[in-house]
């Protein structure tokens, strides 16, 4: 348990005191380190005490450092501590071989859970981690639950210890340990009663739950080996809205996807039933935000179009939210006079029809299905790109832009800004 030394800051408390590049901190303040959490929290006292390890031998180095004084201490990239379990639902395990290193790695790191949103499932915890996790007062988690049903929790996600999630989660909520879960659904597992026992007792006022959101399984056609599932019909979606709703009455932070909305046919609830908006990563409350901010921004969207673009657009979108899409492009176009706003539907070929999200949309599908005219201007959803400007099989802005032969317009995937590329 130790983590080693990248780089030193200039003018930082870590250089008066003498650390090293490549030295190994063991302890600060006699509390052990091994991971940028540790060193952010316990690094934060105003007299500080490290054990190092230098060229195999240890020492101690300490200081007093002032709250202007940056710590200064650049540390490795974070180990993410990966998933334990093998769930009957995994996406990850539904991926096709041969992409890119990032999109197979099953994230269940609680530190990531607290510093980005992340969900996990816990099981990966020692007592002591847990302990520390404690100790810490790591607040909120994200926390995936599936079922408080212990047996079928633990049928649903393939692990071989005992874990009681109940037992957890009374216990970080006994400790000021607020969380954020999520249900993943799949139809004859874990929804209708399952599913109703689940929101009762994480709406308990013995637990700390913040908020419970909702969504069902996503299937890919590259599931072999797998078990079989199902997807979710109309009808079986109008059912789990309906639980949603029932429990929603004495506890309002229970959250359906929107994807449940799409699939059972129903409107998108106002914002007011997302609150704060705070599973939007979790894809609920996303067409709802997109809705509004189109209202509050289309005048200055359309002038942007007609000042910088002067094209007619077509709306590059996948099959789920294309309902959306056109009623945008619908109204976009009264306001782009001479210039016309069209929707081109992208079925996903690449990971298979049950999966209609625009962000899991690869471009090899988009060239194959995209038809564009003369003096026509696809427009896409930053959600198709990763961080890096990359499509799920890897290609850029900039050979889309040459294998399409024109620009593109990239907006953000709620609407809040726009470029031409």
Same mark, same amino acid.
């Given at each position: 348990?130790?983590?080693?030394?990248? /780089?030193?800051?200039? /003018?930082?408390?870590?250089?008066?005191?003498?650390?090293?590049?490549?030295?190994?901190?063991?302890?600060?303040?006699?509390?052990?380190?091994?991971?940028?959490?540790?060193?952010?929290?316990?690094?934060?006292?105003?007299?500080?005490?490290?054990?190092?390890?230098?060229?195999?031998?240890?020492?101690?180095?300490?200081?007093?450092?002032?709250?202007?004084?940056?710590?200064?201490?650049?540390?490795?990239?974070?180990?993410?501590?990966?998933?334990?379990?093998?769930?009957?639902?995994?996406?990850?395990?539904?991926?096709?071989?041969?992409?890119?290193?990032?999109?197979?790695?099953?994230?269940?790191?609680?530190?990531?859970?607290?510093?980005?949103?992340?969900?996990?499932?816990?099981?990966?915890?020692?007592?002591?981690?847990?302990?520390?996790?404690?100790?810490?007062?790591?607040?909120?988690?994200?926390?995936?639950?599936?079922?408080?049903?212990?047996?079928?929790?633990?049928?649903?996600?393939?692990?071989?210890?005992?874990?009681?999630?109940?037992?957890?989660?009374?216990?970080?909520?006994?400790?000021?340990?607020?969380?954020?879960?999520?249900?993943?659904?799949?139809?004859?597992?874990?929804?209708?009663?399952?599913?109703?026992?689940?929101?009762?007792?994480?709406?308990?006022?013995?637990?700390?739950?913040?908020?419970?959101?909702?969504?069902?399984?996503?299937?890919?056609?590259?599931?072999?080996?797998?078990?079989?599932?199902?997807?979710?019909?109309?009808?079986?979606?109008?059912?789990?809205?309906?639980?949603?709703?029932?429990?929603?009455?004495?506890?309002?932070?229970?959250?359906?996807?929107?994807?449940?909305?799409?699939?059972?046919?129903?409107?998108?609830?106002?914002?007011?039933?997302?609150?704060?908006?705070?599973?939007?990563?979790?894809?609920?409350?996303?067409?709802?935000?997109?809705?509004?901010?189109?209202?509050?921004?289309?005048?200055?969207?359309?002038?942007?179009?007609?000042?910088?673009?002067?094209?007619?657009?077509?709306?590059?979108?996948?099959?789920?939210?294309?309902?959306?899409?056109?009623?945008?492009?619908?109204?976009?176009?009264?306001?782009?006079?001479?210039?016309?706003?069209?929707?081109?539907?992208?079925?996903?070929?690449?990971?298979?029809?049950?999966?209609?999200?625009?962000?899991?949309?690869?471009?090899?599908?988009?060239?194959?299905?995209?038809?564009?005219?003369?003096?026509?201007?696809?427009?896409?959803?930053?959600?198709?790109?990763?961080?890096?400007?990359?499509?799920?099989?890897?290609?850029?802005?900039?050979?889309?832009?040459?294998?399409?032969?024109? /620009?593109?317009?990239?907006?953000?995937?709620?609407?809040?800004?726009?470029?031409?590329?």
């Amino acid at each position: 348990m130790a983590i080693r030394v990248k /780089n030193i800051e200039i /003018n930082s408390f870590a250089q008066e005191i003498g650390l090293r590049k490549n030295d190994l901190i063991l302890k600060i303040n006699d509390m052990f380190v091994e991971d940028f959490l540790d060193l952010n929290y316990f690094g934060a006292e105003e007299k500080l005490k490290l054990e190092v390890i230098r060229d195999e031998h240890k020492l101690v180095l300490q200081g007093k450092k002032s709250f202007e004084t940056p710590l200064g201490i650049v540390i490795d990239q974070h180990h993410c501590r990966e998933c334990v379990n093998n769930c009957i639902f995994c996406f990850i395990d539904q991926m096709p071989a041969g992409m890119r290193e990032t999109l197979y790695v099953k994230d269940d790191d609680y530190t990531y859970s607290f510093i980005y949103g992340n969900y996990v499932t816990l099981t990966n915890m020692s007592p002591q981690k847990l302990d520390k996790l404690i100790k810490l007062k790591i607040s909120p988690l994200y926390i995936s639950v599936h079922s408080t049903n212990s047996e079928l929790r633990k049928e649903m996600m393939r692990y071989k210890q005992d874990f009681e999630i109940l037992d957890i989660l009374k216990r970080l909520a006994e400790n000021g340990i607020e969380y954020h879960t999520q249900l993943v659904l799949v139809p004859g597992f874990n929804d209708g009663k399952e599913l109703e026992r689940s929101l009762g007792d994480l709406a308990s006022g013995d637990l700390a739950t913040l908020g419970i959101g909702v969504v069902p399984v996503g299937l890919t056609k590259h599931r072999e080996g797998l078990p079989q599932l199902p997807l979710f019909t109309q009808e079986e979606s109008v059912k789990v809205i309906n639980i949603i709703d029932k429990y929603r009455e004495d506890f309002p932070y229970i959250y359906a996807s929107d994807e449940f909305y799409i699939k059972a046919d129903l409107p998108i609830p106002d914002a007011d039933y997302y609150h704060d908006f705070e599973e939007i990563e979790n894809g609920i409350g996303m067409v709802r935000m997109l809705l509004d901010n189109w209202k509050y921004h289309k005048a200055k969207f359309a002038d942007f179009i007609l000042t910088e673009v002067k094209q007619d657009l077509v709306f590059v979108t996948g099959v789920s939210a294309q309902k959306y899409i056109k009623q945008i492009a619908y109204e976009l176009a009264e306001l782009i006079t001479p210039y016309k706003a069209e929707v081109q539907v992208i079925k996903n070929d690449f990971l298979g029809a049950g999966v209609t999200v625009c962000g899991l949309l690869s471009f090899a599908d988009i060239s194959a299905q995209i038809k564009l005219s003369h003096g026509q201007i696809p427009l896409f959803s930053q959600d198709i790109f990763n961080s890096q400007g990359l499509t799920l099989d890897n290609f850029d802005h900039d050979y889309i832009k040459k294998e399409l032969k024109r /620009n593109v317009v990239i907006i953000s995937p709620m609407f809040e800004e726009w470029s031409l590329r």
